[in-house]
């Protein structure tokens, strides 16, 4: 029968969910990443993991154990069911884990069989999750067997059937056998974790997906090496089948140690291990900050490039070709970038993002700013070498900076450039800058964190500028395009259309004359100033009022449709303009040649397609009458004046298109440092109101500072009156004190003198302190008187 609640029945998980749970992970590395992640996170926090392959009764097996915080009874349970996930955020160290569920779906997709050894410091617990045992009981729910002992050895009493579990259906089959992997903890610290799965997934022909047996220090998938040998591709990166190499970029800022089969993996800052480096910014529309991107180019090998993503300092997607790289002109080749994209979700096997239109986004822009790092760095390489024809990916790199681990505290440090050979093992102390020789000394600070500038882009400025005077310089681009015959005003010498040139022979354009040419450059003339006072002439309406600054980032996005509209009036007006003034350079061409030549040659260019838009102006023109020379004269006169209005007016022109692109340049930067003001100015406030807080304190604390004063006061002026009062009380018995002695003296010799008048008076047994002598005396003087 179910089991209930309330009358409710509970959810079940039957064990053929393991298997199911576990082909999330369709490579094995991201299931070994998986068990790594729950030694870095913070509730944990390992400083070394160790990966490891061993054989138990004759079995494949591999082994993880960790020097972390170990796990109490109820998380060990957690960890072994579904879906608890409590990890949160210490200072700087934010978990990777996410979904409760690494654990089960990275063991399984390994092996069937996994156990669990970890050590606190006040329990030891041993947990089984296996599908094995799970068949062989034909069990139809999920069971774990658990056993906690304490440190002195004992066991709790309800375990029993679960140690007889452990013992029947792992690969130990005594307590002295669980101990003995318990005791192998401590070899690495007083707490951990030790993880052992067996019965590994195998290939086809009966082997595991992994060899062990090519590199003694390493372990590699199998099927990617065969395919690699068979196939002879270098363009794999070794990440993919090397699990060495996949953890060495595992995470951004690695802060804990992986060592696979005895050797130390030699992690690396990928965002600092790249050539010509270059840091870029970009801000998502649904964001409030902007995004640091590196660029740089890779000094391995140029076939493995891409972006290489990551998520919360854990490496998603590695090597992540954007369009530009795709494309047959192969741009981008060798260029690595690094982001870390913690707005973005990662998939269920943290391999993959949501594909959400954030991520498509996010893609795009990823793209269009590598393309434009790209560029940069070849147009920077030929002004630099003019004469240089090698590929700058072709060329062998070294890193722009060195940076290595310290084996003891884990902090990063910058070395000198141009060291290329590091021990082993090093430490702080062998550190060149005296400044970090101790590990103490904290981490210094990266680039990306002392300049937040995006680095400079001449090839994107030159080329912007080019555009805008091409533009400029070439009024209404889209009508050039569709008449060949129509030129720019600046462009010299001035000829009629290449459509009508096409139809006459050498001998026949030579002589043509300048005698009509001068009415069509005063038609574009008009044309183009039709187009600038039109542009002046826009209503105010349509101009967004530039006010204070703090408002020019929200109306930036009015200025492309105010040119694309201030664009549609001229074009409408310099249409009319535009067709006048290829009327009347047709007209010239026929007072020069004849109406009979010009349909001719209207005709011929009409029918090779070459003339378009001019033959119904053909037909107008035939019907004209012939200009005379005379008039031709007067307009050539005038020719060289008018040439010299329109370049004056055309850089009038390139004048306002360049104060415009300067504007919206100022409005950018103006709303971006609006941004970092209001930033600053949040921390200032804070910054105020924690001084305030302060300040009110010490006002309290002086206060009662005063109080106590006068408290003291009060007290040392009553002390004062004391001392003196005793001082007078000293003196006082000082005084009958020395009273007392003399007195004391006068009848010691007065005792002396009594003895010859009284033989029997014994002086040993007289008190002096006391009358008796005074006594004895007197009755001495009146027996003589």
């Known amino acids: 029968m179910a089991n209930r609640k309330c009358g409710i029945p509970l959810s079940t998980i039957s064990p053929k969910f393991l298997h199911a749970n576990s082909t999330s992970h369709t490579w094995p590395f991201s299931a070994i990443a998986e068990l790594i992640d729950n030694a870095y996170d913070p509730d944990v926090r390992a400083r070394q993991i160790w990966i490891d392959w061993t054989r138990i009764r004759g079995l494949d097996c591999l082994s993880f154990m960790d020097n972390g915080e170990g796990l109490t009874r109820a998380r060990l349970h957690k960890m072994l069911s579904f879906g608890f996930s409590e990890k ?159 953890c ?124 434009e790092y790209w560029n940069e760095i070849r147009y920077k390489r030929k002004k630099e070498d003019p004469n240089c024809t090698v590929a700058i990916e072709d060329v062998l790199k070294v890193p722009d900076q060195v940076w290595v681990q ?47 500038k995006s680095y400079p882009k001449p090839f994107k400025r030159q080329r912007r500028n080019t555009k805008s005077e091409f533009e400029e310089n070439v009024p209404g681009s889209t009508q050039t395009q569709d008449r060949p015959g129509l030129l720019s005003s600046n462009q010299a010498p001035r000829h009629p259309p290449a459509s009508v040139l096409s139809g006459l022979s050498l001998a026949e354009r030579s002589p ?39 408002e020019l980032s929200s109306q930036t996005h009015y200025w492309p449709a105010l040119n694309k509209e201030r664009k549609i009036l001229a074009q409408s007006e310099s249409d009319t303009l535009v067709n006048k003034a290829e009327s009347e350079m047709m007209e ?53 004046d008018d040439e010299e209005e329109e370049e004056e007016e055309e ?12 504007l919206m340049e100022l409005m950018h930067e103006t709303a971006e440092e609006r941004d970092l003001c209001r930033q600053e100015l949040e921390v200032l406030r804070e910054h105020s109101a924690a001084l305030e807080d302060e300040r009110n304190k010490l006002i309290s604390r002086l206060e009662r500072v005063e109080e106590e004063k006068t408290s003291l006061s009060a007290l040392c002026d009553q002390l004062k009156s004391q001392l003196s009062e005793l ?9 009958e004190k020395d009273d007392s002695s003399k007195l004391r003296t006068l009848r010691l010799n007065l005792s002396r003198l009594l003895v010859s008048f009284i033989p029997s008076l014994h002086l040993e047994h007289v008190d002096y302190n006391s009358d008796i002598i005074d006594t004895i005396l007197i009755q001495v003087l009146e027996h003589i008187t």
């Open 88 to 246: 949160k955020a210490v200072k700087f160290h934010i978990p990777v884990g996410v979904y409760g569920n690494g654990f089960k779906s990275g063991s399984m997709r390994l092996g069937k069989d996994a156990i669990v050894f970890t050590k606190t410091r006040d329990t030891m617990s041993v947990g089984l999750l296996s599908q094995s045992y799970l068949e062989a009981i034909g069990a139809q729910r999920v069971l774990v067997p658990m056993i906690t002992f304490r440190r002195d050895g004992h066991n709790y009493m309800e375990d029993v059937a679960s140690l007889r579990a452990i013992l029947t259906h792992s690969l130990f089959s005594s307590e002295r056998e669980l101990f003995a992997e318990l005791r192998a903890i401590s070899a690495a610290g007083q707490t951990g974790t030790r993880i052992i799965i067996w019965n590994l997934r195998t290939t086809t022909n009966g082997d595991t997906e992994f060899d062990f047996d090519t590199d003694k220090y390493d372990i590699l998938i199998r099927a990617t090496i065969s395919e690699r040998s068979n196939s002879g591709l270098v363009m794999t990166p070794e990440s993919e089948y090397s699990l060495r190499a996949y």
């Open 727 to 735: 001082r007078e009380q000293s003196q006082r018995g000082k005084e």
């Open 512 to 550: 043509l004359p300048l005698i009509n040419l001068t009415a069509v450059a005063s038609s574009l003339r008009r044309a183009k100033q039709t187009f600038f006072t039109i542009e002046q002439q826009t209503p105010s309406s349509l101009v967004p009022p530039l006010t204070a600054p703090q």
């Open 406 to 452: 310290c084996d003891s505290c884990l902090k990063w440090r910058r070395l000198p450039d141009g060291i290329t050979e590091l021990p082993d093992k090093w430490f702080c102390s062998m550190n060149y800058d005296p400044q970090f020789r101790n590990c103490l000394v904290e981490e210094e600070l990266e680039d990306e964190e002392e300049d937040q």
């Open 588 to 640: 010239g061409f026929e007072s020069h040649q004849g109406p009979a030549a010009a349909e001719e040659t209207c005709e011929r260019d009409a029918s090779s397609g070459t003339g378009r838009g001019y033959s119904p102006a053909v037909e107008e023109i035939t019907e004209l009458p012939l200009k005379n020379e005379k008039e031709g004269e007067e307009h050539h006169e005038g020719h060289v």
């Open 651 to 662: 850089w009038n022109l390139i004048e306002v298109q360049q104060w415009q692109d300067e």
């Open 248 to 371: 060495s970029i595992l995470y951004l800022k690695p802060s804990m140690q992986i060592i696979i089969r005895g050797q130390r993996v030699k992690s690396q800052l990928i965002s600092k291990s790249l050539a010509h480096i270059a840091q870029d910014n970009y801000r998502p529309s649904f964001l409030n900050k902007r995004i640091r991107i590196t660029f740089g180019y890779n000094t391995k090998s140029k076939e493995h490039y891409g972006i290489m993503m990551y998520h919360k300092n854990r490496l998603i997607k590695p090597y992540v070709k954007v369009s530009c790289q795709c494309k047959a002109e192969r741009k981008g080749v060798g260029v690595i970038g690094v982001i870390e994209c913690n707005f973005l979700q990662p998939t269920h096997n943290k391999q993959d993002f949501d594909d959400t239109d954030k991520y498509r986004k996010i893609m795009h822009n990823l793209s269009i700013k590598l393309e």
